[in-house]
């Protein structure tokens, strides 16, 4: 077979992935949303309504008083994007949403969480890493793709 063509049959799959949703995560920078949330068990969660969101941010903030204000969402043109990784027994836990695509018009949202690695030094305090993210309204099919990934320290 042609050199050619096996690169386009390597590159055919990628095209179909290529057009990523705009995403506006509700904390700047690379970490989680909040590590200290009352999220306990993990979740994925994608919201197209301020009722159901105001239940979730409620759930998140369960620790905080005063509880932060509500961000507005116009549901009208977006989506919310929540994600937990549950309870986890140490600090160094994360979880992030890294990207949102359309797939052959499945909305692929995804989700990559993070471990410490043997050598990180971490909190013996238990957390419940969330994030957050805003997104182009999502009204068809989604599918949560998660992926993992142990932090080396040295």
């Known amino acids: 077979m042609p050199l050619l063509l096996v690169l386009l049959l390597l590159m055919e799959p990628l095209a179909a992935c290529s057009s990523s949703l705009p995403l506006r995560r509700l904390t700047p920078g690379l970490a989680s949303y909040t590590f200290n949330s009352g999220m306990e068990s993990a979740q994925e969660l994608l919201i197209n309504d301020t009722e159901t969101f105001e239940l979730a941010w409620r759930q998140i903030h369960a620790r905080r008083r005063p509880q932060p204000e509500l961000p507005a969402i116009d549901f009208e043109t977006n989506s919310v994007i929540i994600v937990a990784a549950g309870q986890q027994s140490s ?41 957050i993210a805003v997104v182009p309204k999502i009204v068809g099919p989604h599918e949560f793709r998660k992926s993992s990934h142990i932090r080396d320290c040295k």
């Open 91 to 131: 600090g160094g836990a994360e979880i992030r949403i890294e990207r949102v695509y359309d797939d052959g018009g499945i909305a692929i949202i995804d989700v990559t969480t993070y471990a410490a690695g043997d050598s990180c030094v971490v909190s013996t305090g238990l957390t419940q890493p969330v994030d």
